[in-house]
């Protein structure tokens, strides 16, 4: 029960906060997510640490086509709600009260988030497929509505590129469904077994078809060509929800489902998707060495980061699927905390253009600090979030192959470059004509920062609190295939 | 007992926390007496622990870290003699330095946030070396590079500090990068990255074995970077740009000396990879002679002991590369009190004259910064290697085992010393002998406070006796260090087939040689800069060959900035510009346009015109029929 509550309580607010009145419409959809926060991290709390599935509700919903409302959450799923309900209040919180038509904005927010933790408890292939789909509507809008100057065709792009390869997905469970045994269903644990059933070559084909929906989503080189514009040309708080927890639906698809149905799928062709998962790394961190808008950079870095995570999952052994989920969630919290700090720059300055920065931490010590903090968990310091991440997912990587995990070890090196010249060139330095009147952190931006600086730290510190919550489960999926 | 010492790391992060969340509600007076403090409290634990270690081990576990397999590890410190010896210098040069510190950034806005970085990095040294696995030295390891990094990028307002700051942490990267893919490799290969459980397994390794020798390789490129080695030295001589304490703390005393720290712990490892051991000693030795050439022309005094610590770090690694680590280990003790001490004096002389660091600028500074001009002098003897003096004892013991294991090593060694005692000389003489060539009207060259001074005397009288623990035996000694360390090294010395003795020669006429190559060199000095009283031509004079290849630094950071850095850059914008723009997105485009075009190709077909579709139905029926028919 505690998941449906979850889903129809988010959907509620969701509805409710249409038809707030305007001036509460911030608080309300504040907290309300903030009540989800608390109550999952109850949940969190409490979870036990077993590999079987909690909570498990199971609605027989479309009989005739053996499609059920089935609903449960394991370690894995349970992190993946966490880091959705502890980001959204923060992303709420941090919209501008100058934000046109803010009620929509704050009702499309609170669905996205119901769709998205939908994506996570999912254990039915077709309920999970319209949670999937059901997540592009509010980001949609809310890139549509509320983005920057070029945002018609940005979108439309975005929006082609991920239905796209979320009808290969549709085909793909639809070839599954029909070869689960007896009476045909969507359940995962049928659609494991009629994946696992089928040829190598067949495994092979829906491999790609699967790999090219989870791919475009997270994304991977070379399917990223939508996010750079995405990120850079959608309001902040969608940038944030995209790069911060909607990704994750992409990584969190490869574990869940496509990982699992397909072992005979991966294994052959582990070799290549990791070759291009490492070429990600590489490439888009290269990219973002020369480029001049910090939003844009921080979007290639996420494709950086991204490229490494996938690269561990594909090596599928525990440390690449540890780190990987570890990273999922030091990820979602890094990059949220720094392109919020990009938002507050660009608020004050009214630019994002690196060269024109310079200087801020004259002016505002307070954010350069949170902003260094935030950054090294980034560049994985130890003892920061992004460190444990990083070093299982490159041992994963190596330990599948030395050659690789030296190659993808030159990420530790690269993120230091674009990230440490960033920093020098907007904070550091002498003040510039943007920054001469800089303005240090409200308490409203505090209250967003904080709480990730204190995560970034917590995770970097303590990363078995977390570590120890997926561990049955991924031993599970190792074991199982 | 023992165990209390697992706290020493707790106070200066104490001190860090406090200063660094109250900043600049803290009295200057107070944020400086408690950075001061901590450390002083540690120091106080580093010497009960000295006392008390007498050859023990012991390994105190406070909290698990990370698990994942036999991927874990966890916050657990060990306490044994070699560590002993590193706290001991850490704690107590690193509590000299903050004294200094008070003095020399009394004026400075930052001076609560500049201690509480001070402070972080100490705790980071010291977990670096009370780690008991090597993951957890990697956090101290990355954790001092921070530090190195917020210490010489301190005044952020220049960007050539900044630059500077920048390129240690990046040079250190990808030393990093060696170090983690080591740790890796060790993971593998011995299900743990414990000390305890690696050391006690490899014992079953074969000398030469592949594995060994690709992870001593890999942990030694760590190595490089953290201890400016070549290729991997530029940014040593950039992080000069930090404040005075800061080069003298960290950029020479310590963190330039983990690399070290790390092959001497490691020394097990590399006893079994003859490969590696020749690898450390010849980067060590080339390391050492090219840094001194480099360090014989340079004008900016804190350039000079920046090229020489690089100089000096490379003879630890010939040490360590010819089996000698109580030797190295030695050396790394005796670096640290005349290495701090020489850059504190330098801090001194440049207090004095306002921010003045070129030496064609001073002169004549000995009758106005008397007690800096003696321990100054003190420093320079010791590191020239003139008996009684610390430096003396060290790095003869470092140059009879490279003599013994092979001569060209020796020889290259000896060449290094002679060219050290010039520059170092030179230093002196331009500094402190002659005439002031100041601006005499606009500087007023001026002795420091005692809160500067009485730390330099202290650091004085221990690069006078700090070489007595390692007399040798030759000499009459007992050469207790060596003694001292001998639980930790025996194990790797017993895999080292050591060549004992030094073929025929007596180590005491090495000493007579080395003794009158230095002495040679000291006079040449004197009579270049004291009898002939020339001072290095002024910048933009025509330089010959050689010198001006010096000067420059041989050209290598132009060198890298043509064959890396600016490259990466030109990739960059190619990989966006064509790849990303033209290619990929070209290809995703066009799959948009061929839809497109499709779709148009389609709707011509569709013209709603009946007489067309009637036409269409009869000829595809035609047409089935045909191939029926066929």
Known sequence: MPIIALLIFTFATALIGLFIPIRYGNRFAFISSLIVFIYSLYLFCTFPITADFQYVVDYSWIQSLGIHFKVGMDGISVLLVMLTTFLTPLIIFSVRKSEPRPRAFYSLLLFMEMALIGVFVSMDGFLFYIFWEIALIPIYFICLLWGGKDRVRITLKFFIYTLTGSLFMLVGLIYLYLHTPGEHSFDIQALYT??????????????????????????????????????????????????????????????????????????????????????????AGIIAFTRKDMKRLLAYSSISHVGLIAAGIFAFNGQGLQGGIIQMLSHGINVVGLFFVVDIIQSRTGTRDIASLGGIRLKAPYLATVFAIIMLGAVALPLTDGFPGEFLLISGVFKFENIMGAVVGLTIIIGAVYMFRMYQRTILGETSLATENFTDLTAGEKAVLIPIVIMVILIGVCPNLFLKVSEPAILKLLGGI | MLQYAALIPFFPLAGFIILGLLNKRLPKNLAAVIACGMLLISFGLALGMFMNISGQSQEVQLAPWINVGSFSASFTFLLDPLSSIFLMIITGVGFLIHVYSIGYMHDDEKHNIFFAYLNLFVFFMLVLVMASSYLLMFVGWEGVGLCSYLLIGFWFKNKAYNDAAKKAFIMNRIGDLGFLLGIILLFITFGSSDYHTIFTKANGFMSGDAMITTITLLLFVGAMGKSAQIPLYTWLPDAMAGPTPVSALIHAATMVTAGIYMVARSGILYALSPISMYVVALVGVVTAVFAATIALTQNDIKKVLAYSTVSQLGYMFLGLGVGAFSASVFHVMTHAFFKALLFLCAGSVIHGLAGEQDIRHMGGLRKKLPITFITFLIGTLAIAGIPP?????????????????????????????????????????????????????????????????????????????????????????????????????????????????????????????????????????????????????????????????????FYVDEIYSALITKPLDKISELLKNIIENKVIDGVVNASGKVTEWVSGLMRFVQTGNVDFYLLAMVVGIALIIFLKLM
Not at chain 2, 445 to 459: N, W
């Open chain 2, 389 to 553: 003096f610390a430096g003396f004892f060290s790095k003869d013991e470092i140059l009879i085992h490279a003599y013994s294991s092979n001569k060209l090593f020796w020889a290259l060694g000896m060449l290094g010393s002679m060219m050290t005692a010039f520059y170092m000389f030179r230093l002196l003489f331009l500094t402190f002998s002659g005439t002031y060539r100041g601006d005499s009207h606009k500087v007023h060259p001026h002795e420091s406070p005692k809160v500067m001074t009485v730390p330099l005397i202290i650091l004085a009288i221990l690069s006078t006796i700090g070489g007595f623990v390692g007399v040798p035996e030759s000499l009459g000694g007992t050469s207790q260090i060596s003694k001292f360390l001998d639980p930790v090294f025996k194990p790797a010395q017993a895999k080292m087939m050591m060549v004992e003795g030094s073929g025929g020669v007596s180590e005491m006429m090495l000493m007579g040689i080395t003794i009158t190559v230095v002495l040679i060199s000291i006079f040449a000095a004197w009579y270049m800069y004291v009898s002939r009283k020339s001072v290095p031509v002024s910048e933009g004079t025509k330089l010959p060959f050689f010198t001006k290849l010096s000067y420059h630094n």
């Open chain 1, 194 to 283: 009629a994946g696992k059933s089928l040829s190598a070559h067949a495994q092979c084909i829906l491999f790609w078809f699967f790999f090219l929906a989870f791919g475009i989503k997270m994304p991977i080189f070379p399917l990223h060509t939508w996010q750079p514009d995405t990120y850079s040309d959608a309001p902040t708080q969608g940038t944030m929800m995209l790069s911060g927890i909607m990704l994750k639906m992409g990584i969190y698809g490869l574990i869940r489902w496509m990982i699992p149905m397909l072992p005979v799928g991966l294994s052959q062709n582990a070799q290549y998707v990791m070759w291009l998962s490492i070429a990600g790394v590489l490439y």
